[in-house]
């Protein structure tokens, strides 16, 4: 658990993987509208911006590559990240009706 001082310093963090998750999701989104594809966004954000306050959020997921690794829904989306000692990285983001060829592969 983080020290409630400290919350303030967290940084959030993106692998790559992430950054790619979130631009195809808001590519997909934009082709039906772009007003869908920014509140999805900004929601999925805002959701990252609550782990951060509330680090309780979230489960573990046991993965042998990482180490802290937890998971929290926002459905349709499905968000892993690893909590570091200042700094929450998102690892990866997942579209649960993707679900079934997202989960095929491997976190890195």
Request: net charge negative; hydrophobic share 35%; no cysteine.
């Amino acid at each position: 658990m983080i020290p409630e001082e400290n919350k303030s310093s967290i940084r959030i963090e993106w692998s790559d993987r992430a950054r790619q998750d979130l631009e195809e999701i808001y590519e997909n989104l934009e082709q039906h509208s772009i007003d869908a594809a920014d509140r999805t966004v900004q929601r999925l954000i805002g959701v990252i911006e609550d782990l951060v306050a509330d680090d309780t959020l979230g489960i573990a997921v046991p993965n042998p590559r990482h180490e802290n690794l937890f998971s929290f829904g926002e459905r349709p989306y499905r968000m892993y990240y690893r909590k570091l000692e200042y700094s929450l990285e998102i690892v990866h983001i997942e579209e649960s009706t993707k679900r079934g060829t997202l989960a095929n592969k491997p976190l890195r």
